[in-house]
């Protein structure tokens, strides 16, 4: 998804193949969840250098981006592109789409507000959801970025998508990521507030 996102929208494409069995790309260093289950009980040292050689290029890569735009006097959109379990702690999710951002930040309440109208307007068998299945403000990178640039110059939004329409490549994968990237387009399109 974030692949064809960004060829589509001509903008830099920052992914990782590292699995949250070894480090979760998306946490903070220091909270609870960094590593899994099968690494927090590595010594000290192996977890350090699974975060210099996996985490730090990651993470540093995604906020050289948003430097440089914003240093180019531009309001930069992020769309951190995830996906989630349909089943967690045996309750079912309901959404196929979720749209996570920090409610407290106009340009984000926005942009989702529109994707999600957008997006309805295209697919409307989708359930899209805003700041569902996991609030917007939680841990994660976006939440990182906007510490550390203000709501004038950043914008950082989550796009979950339900593993149940990726898994298997379901028939329904390729028009929900024509979909979204169609819907994405219009839900910036002649706005004055991204």
Not at 8 to 22: E, I, K
Not at 76 to 104: E, M
Not at 164 to 190: E, H, N, T
Request: net charge positive; glycine share 6%.
């Amino acid at each position: 998804m974030a692949r064809n996102l960004a060829e589509a929208l001509d903008v830099p494409l920052v992914s990782s193949t590292v699995s949250r069995l070894l480090v979760d790309l998306n946490r903070s260093i220091g909270h609870p969840r960094l590593y899994s289950s099968a690494t927090i009980s590595l010594p000290e040292t192996d977890r350090a250098t699974i975060v210099a050689e996996y985490y730090l290029p990651y993470r540093t890569r995604v906020e050289d981006i948003v430097a440089r735009g914003v240093m180019r006097d531009r309001r930069v959109v992020h769309v951190s592109s995830h996906s989630f379990t349909p089943k967690l702690d045996g309750k079912v999710r309901r959404a196929d789409v979720g749209l996570l951002y920090d409610p407290g930040r106009r340009g984000e309440t926005e942009l989702c507000a529109r994707w999600k109208a957008a997006l309805a307007a295209r697919a409307p068998e989708l359930l899209v959801r805003r700041n569902y299945p996991y609030a917007g403000k939680g841990d994660g990178l976006t939440a990182h970025l906007r510490r550390n640039f203000p709501a004038s110059e950043y914008i950082g939004i989550e796009l979950e998508i339900n593993q149940k329409l990726v898994q298997s490549q379901s028939r329904r994968w390729l028009p929900l990521r024509r979909a979204l990237i169609d819907a994405f387009r219009s839900a910036c399109a002649g706005s004055q507030s991204f």
